[in-house]
């Protein structure tokens, strides 16, 4: 089969940010890199691997019938479970950053809670199509999906990693939305949530810290806010152009780890208004035509499985580009195909393939 437009233009942006990312870990990582392991391309030469592995993945799973998926998604999801009960038993499971969410050899390592966000996807794909005339029905069609998101949900806050876990629900809660389910029922859902979250800050005080510091950085400059504050350090005096490749001060030991969460904050530095500018371009044209296959789609299962795979993306990205802005607390996400991380980088790779082939197989 041959590619049509559509594939040609989402396939070239997803390489191109790619390689900028490529890039950007490259030099807002050299500092830390340099100082930890004495390599100044440590982050870059890791991040790299992945790069390779899940580009090509994605080019054999862009040719792999969608639809197996479909009968192997009880599979999947099992696995997914399996792998986040497996993280969290001590020797198994290896405490990063405070929490217990990886397996890995040295400084290699696999994150479960990104495998079960697609896992859950696919799961829910299913589902819906499954569930269609039930969607009307809370008990019989939207309670037992819940049921297992929230099952995942707190296998993930176990670790703890409230930010993966808040995408992962996000991303059900789309898909229920564009099955059909009565609005209603989201807005009971918002208000149940917002006693979650409640109930969460009291659990982790850590949490009600993070949100004061959202709203008022400068009342712990050198604590709480203080990542908040040295990202708008980062952004503010980009202007333009920005400071040029490499010319990051930010990344001399002020933003912590600078090549994960707040690597936007480096990009708007080093390259300006026109770095933002590439990247949000980028950004939009792999989620709008994403949303196009989708939408053309004439398989439910397909139509749902590439509507939930790009919203899943588009909710993490402006959560995170919304956390370096200052515009809401700190949440531990990453911006896809940009920030170091393997893990991240593979699971992305590899979901793209699948829009990809779901577009091929309408053809």
């Known amino acids: 089969m041959r590619k049509n437009k559509v594939d040609l233009i989402l396939f070239i942006s997803i390489l191109t940010i790619s390689i900028f990312g490529l890039i950007m870990i490259a030099s807002a990582s050299s500092i830390w890199a340099e100082y930890k392991f004495n390599d100044p391309l440590k982050f870059v030469k890791n991040q790299g691997l992945f790069f390779l592995v899940g580009i090509f993945l994605m080019i054999v799973i862009s040719r792999i019938d969608y639809k197996i998926y479909y009968k192997k998604s009880n599979f999947l999801l099992g696995t997914c479970l399996l792998l986040l009960l497996l993280v969290l038993i001590p020797g198994i499971g290896k405490i990063r950053n405070g929490s217990r969410s990886w397996f890995g050899v040295g400084s290699f390592g696999i994150q479960p809670s990104e495998f079960a966000k697609l896992g859950l996807i696919i799961f829910t794909s299913k589902y819906l199509c499954n569930n269609e005339k039930n969607l009307k029905d809370l008990k019989k069609g939207v309670l037992p999906i819940l049921g297992i998101t929230l099952l995942i949900f707190g296998l993930i806050l176990l670790q703890p990693d409230f930010g993966t876990g808040i995408i992962l629900v996000i991303s059900v809660i789309g898909l229920l939305f564009i099955g059909g389910v009565d609005f209603k029922f989201f807005l009971r859902l918002g208000m149940l949530g917002v006693i979650g979250i409640v109930i969460l800050i009291l659990i982790a005080p850590y949490r009600l810290e993070r949100i004061l510091s959202f709203l008022n950085p400068w009342q712990d400059p050198l604590g709480s806010g203080f990542q908040i504050i040295q990202s708008l350090y980062a952004i503010g005096p980009g202007g333009i152009f920005g400071f040029g490749f490499g010319n990051s001060r930010q990344k001399h030991f002020y933003l912590p780890e600078p090549q994960t969460d707040f690597i936007f904050s480096i990009i708007s530095e080093e390259f300006g208004f026109l770095g933002v500018l590439i990247v949000t371009s980028l950004f939009l044209t792999i989620i709008v035509t994403g949303f196009q296959i989708a939408y053309k789609s004439k398989d439910l299962f397909g139509k749902y499985l590439s509507f939930g795979i790009i919203f899943q993306i ?27 991380g ?15 082939n779901i577009s091929r197989r309408e053809r």
């Open 342 to 356: 393997g893990s991240s980088l593979l699971i992305t790779l590899c979901s793209m393939g699948i829009v990809l």
């Open 314 to 340: 588009a909710f993490q990205a402006i959560l995170n580009l919304m956390v370096v802005v200052g515009l809401i607390p700190v949440t531990g996400v990453t911006l896809p195909f940009l920030s170091y």
